[in-house]
C-alpha cells in the first residue's frame, strides 16, 4: 500500500504559477512511475504529466505542454509538478498518482491515487 499527500493548491490570478507536491509513503518510492491527473467539475479524470522512476522519461498532457514542468526527489519521496502560466481552464482538483509500470496516460492504469488538491485559476 502506498499512501499519497498532495499539497501546493490554492487560488491564483490568470498568469500566476503555483507548486504542487506529493509526498509518498512507500521506501521503495524511488521505483515507482509517477503522475499528476486532473479533474474539472463535469468532466473526466485528465492526464497531465508522469516521470519515470529515474526521470530519464517524462511525458505531458498536450495542455499543459509548456507551460507545466513535473520533477522528482526521490531521497525525498516526493513528486513536484510547477505550474506556470496558469490559465482560467486549469481549475480543477489536481491527483496525484503511482504505478509500477511505464508511464501512461490511461487513468485505470495506475496504482495509488492522492486525496486531491483544489487548484482555482481566476480571470
Known amino acids: 500500500q502506498v499512501q499519497l499527500v498532495e499539497s501546493g493548491g490554492g487560488l491564483v490570478q490568470a498568469g500566476g504559477s503555483l507548486r504542487l507536491s506529493c509526498a509518498a509513503s512507500s521506501g521503495t518510492f524511488s521505483r515507482y512511475t509517477m503522475g499528476w491527473f486532473r479533474q474539472a467539475p463535469g468532466k473526466g479524470r485528465e492526464f497531465v504529466a508522469a516521470i519515470s522512476w529515474s526521470g530519464g522519461m517524462i511525458y505531458y498532457g498536450d495542455s499543459v505542454k509548456g507551460r507545466f514542468t513535473i520533477s522528482r526527489d526521490n531521497a525525498k519521496n516526493t513528486v513536484y509538478l510547477q505550474m506556470n502560466s496558469l490559465k482560467p481552464e486549469d481549475t480543477a482538483v489536481y491527483y496525484c498518482?503511482?504505478?509500477?509500470?511505464?508511464?501512461?496516460?490511461?487513468?485505470?492504469?495506475?496504482?495509488?491515487w492522492g486525496q486531491g488538491t483544489q487548484v482555482t485559476v481566476s480571470s
Open positions: 498518482a503511482t504505478s509500477s509500470f511505464a508511464p501512461t496516460v490511461v487513468a485505470g492504469r495506475w496504482d495509488y
